[in-house]
């Protein structure tokens, strides 16, 4: 039994773990070394393979590493290096391609989180139009019911929108005066 559950680890941990190309935007010149890139990448992950242009430095925009990446967890967006001088400073990591975890399910390939997001995203863009009429509904009632009456006709009919909107008036005043 105990044989087995060991077995079942290692194959949990090989499926959370996909070689990802990662590159490294404008990277300080002392490290485009293939000693330097690979300690880079080792911070990040298991380093497969680099480049052969960026370990021939014909790219000086980027360099560019396959590593192998625990993509369970949130994908780093910066590491630190030293720069030729010695000092700190934050490199800019980005990824060719990310696939989507869900922590929700422990699934590759859907972020329920993500999803969710996007949901109430939406909700909260319905809400404000709700919102927005019911403001409406509002100023409405302080301009008097006629008004009202008119705005939901141009909504439902809107040929009725070229009837004259005094002579509606006329006929409310006459209604309330007799
Ligand atoms: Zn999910």
Known sequence: ?????????????????????????????????????????????????????????????????????????????????????GRLILQEVTYDWEPKYCTKCLKIGHDCAEIKTAQSQRMIQQRKVIKGKQVWLRTDRDGGNEKKVNEQQKITEPTQQSEPESKDKDAQKRMRGG
């Open 1 to 85: 039994m105990k044989a087995w559950s060991e077995e079942f680890n290692v194959q949990d941990k090989v499926l959370k773990t996909i070689p990802l190309w990662v590159r490294f935007p404008n990277p300080p010149i002392n490290c485009w070394s293939m000693k330097a890139l690979s300690k880079i990448g080792s911070t990040l992950g298991n380093p497969v393979y680099a480049d052969e242009c960026t370990i021939g430095s014909i790219r000086i925009s980027y360099a560019r590493m396959l590593i192998e990446m625990d993509i369970t967890k949130p994908l780093p967006r910066s590491v630190k290096l030293q720069d030729p001088k």
